[in-house]
């Protein structure tokens, strides 16, 4: 059984910066597509980021391109979310998922972490 944990997430004033871990337990993690969605209160959950399994291909909302960067480090089977400039708006919990395909779609996840709430106060 796959497993995600993220962490990394916290308080933080508009203009500042997180940045996201998520370790994948219990599967072959270089084979795993990984995604970062988000939830915000009272809203769907929307995409973020993903990556591809050797981090060759990487995709991102319109609303976080050039502020927000994914990676991998497969010997630590771990993805990140770097986020830099940060606005109320991003506030949210986030999530990272693993997929066997490549899609900016929730549905196509098939692991899921706890989530990890971002705020950021204005």
């Known amino acids: 059984q796959v497993q995600l944990v993220e962490s990394g997430g916290g308080l933080v004033q508009a203009g500042g910066s997180l940045r996201l871990s998520c370790v994948v337990s219990?599967?072959?993690?270089?084979?795993?597509?990984m995604g970062w969605f988000r939830q915000a209160p009272g809203k769907e959950r929307e995409f973020v980021a993903r990556?591809?399994?050797?981090?060759?291909?990487?995709d991102y909302a319109d609303s976080v391109k050039g502020r927000f960067t994914i990676s991998r480090d497969n010997a630590k089977n771990t993805v990140y979310l770097q986020m830099e400039t940060l606005n109320p708006e991003d506030t949210a919990v986030y999530y990272c998922a693993a997929s066997g395909g490549a899609s900016s779609s929730p549905e196509t996840y098939y692991y899921w972490g706890q989530g990890t709430q971002v705020t950021v106060s204005s």
């Open positions: 219990g599967g072959a993690f270089v084979f795993l597509n």
């Open positions: 990556i591809s399994g050797r981090g060759t291909y990487k």
